[in-house]
């Protein structure tokens, strides 16, 4: 593939794509569903780019909960923090389905001299987006009821009144800290009130006071 179609390599030119690519190797790999990508406690370096597939991120605390950070379902890097730092990971990550992924080898060598600065603004963009969606995932689970959990939620990710539900119903209860069966009764009494109509694939929104 075109590693350009990357947003921390899109605005390389000919040049660049050359220096960068005689840092580092790029390497496609295909996961099964349920497979591994990394573990906790593991520590590579590499930086890894979702092409296609779902991914959840999570961990499990002491008494067996798993708690879901992010669940990926479109193009993305994840594991940046980590590889640059070269840490060892402090969460898991396993495919939702079956996914291919790039493998970005030994990624903080791309950051020795010289490195293009069209990379460095690219990738200071994308780190602070990141950041800005880790902030409305910290309001979303922060909220004090689950009414309110759900109801951030579906505001923050409605399009036109609709939010397309990418996570199966399990998956969005560990992602919201929440058991699925809790999940689902809130649901309904929300289905039932008039709040939200759920759907198949997508929970359209009929009260914008959907968290109170």
Known sequence: MDIRDLII?????D????????????IEKTYSKGECIFRTGDKSGDLFYLIEG???VYQIDSKGKRFIFQN??????FGEVYS??????????????DCKILIIKDFRKIF?????????RSYINFLSKKCLALSKKNQITSQASLRQKIGKYLLENE???KVA????????ADYLSTTRPSLSRELSKMADEGLIELGTSYIKILNKNIGH
């Open 15 to 26: 040049e660049d794509l050359d220096l960068i690519r005689s840092k580092t190797d790029f």
């Open 84 to 97: 640059y730092l070269e840490e060892p990971f402090d969460f898991d990550s396993e495919c939702a389905e």
């Open 159 to 161: 399009k036109d009144g």
């Open 54 to 56: 779902s991914i959840n």
């Open 9 to 13: 390599f899109k605005n390389l030119n």
């Open 112 to 120: 020795e001299p010289p490195c293009p600065e069209s990379f460095l």
């Open 165 to 172: 539900l990418s996570m199966k119903r399990e998956d969005l």
């Open 72 to 77: 990926f379902t479109k193009p993305t890097l």
